[in-house]
């Protein structure tokens, strides 16, 4: 299919490729695909915008397995990233087929992220940071309110300030969910959708991903993830983590 708009100059030598629309995700982009590249297009004013992935694929690019960044660009209001497709298939559709294969997979992909180490990464999703993000959000009606019955947002998000637990620093992925691990040839071979990632307390990434396991597997498997992760869980922290997830 041809692209809904022109690519920007620098980008022309993509313009005629055999372009699909993809429709898995959950965010304001719209993604195509070669069997080469995928092509990501969203308007600037988003509240996390394409530079946030750009500038961490290219840091991630000596750690953990992330596509190559191919080109960049931003032209009448939209942003656009081209990189390199991973080859293989997401652990969403694994999932479907055999899902003890794509918890233990969905598991180890988590380790390869939380023992990085994590001195010289220029990446900050501290709770700090976060909170100033979830303050920033809630000011600017970026956020769900449906999810709030009980107490306002704000009563929420002041909780979260006055109760901000220890933090256990690792490499986090920042949207660790079954779709956006690649695996092919029965190992994982690539991570995408990293515009989010970074330094962060470990529940930053349990928290969606224990959520992603029910939703892909269904009930009973979280303690299957939990064994192969090697973890006991701290329910504060997951609570304290799910409460902050709501103002993302
Ligand atoms: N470079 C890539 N290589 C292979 N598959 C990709 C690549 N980028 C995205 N995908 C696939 O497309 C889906 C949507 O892209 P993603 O970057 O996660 O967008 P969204 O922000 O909408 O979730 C992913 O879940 C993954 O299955
Ligand atoms: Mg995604």
Known sequence: MPLPRPLPESLQTFQDAHWQQNDIG???????????WFLKIQPQASPETLRQDLQALKWLQQHVPVPEVLGHAEQD???FLITSRIQGR??????QEDR????MHFARGLRLWHGQPTQDCPLDRSLDFRLVEARQRLEQG????????DESPEDVLNWLHNNKPDEDLVLTHGDYCFPNVL???DRICGFVDVGRAGISDRYTDLTLALWSTEYNCGSGW?????????????QEKLHYYSLLDRFS
Not at 100 to 103: G, I, L, Q, Y
Not at 142 to 149: N, S
């Open 142 to 149: 970026q956020i769900a309110l449906e999810a709030f019955t």
């Open 222 to 234: 979280k303690h299957v993830f939990l064994q192969a992760y090697g973890h006991d869980l701290d």
């Open 77 to 79: 209001g939209q942003e």
């Open 100 to 103: 003890e294969k794509a918890v």
């Open 183 to 185: 695996v092919d040839q």
């Open 90 to 95: 997401d652990l969403s559709l694994l999932a």
């Open 26 to 36: 959950r965010s304001q982009a719209m993604v195509y695909f070669t069997d080469r």
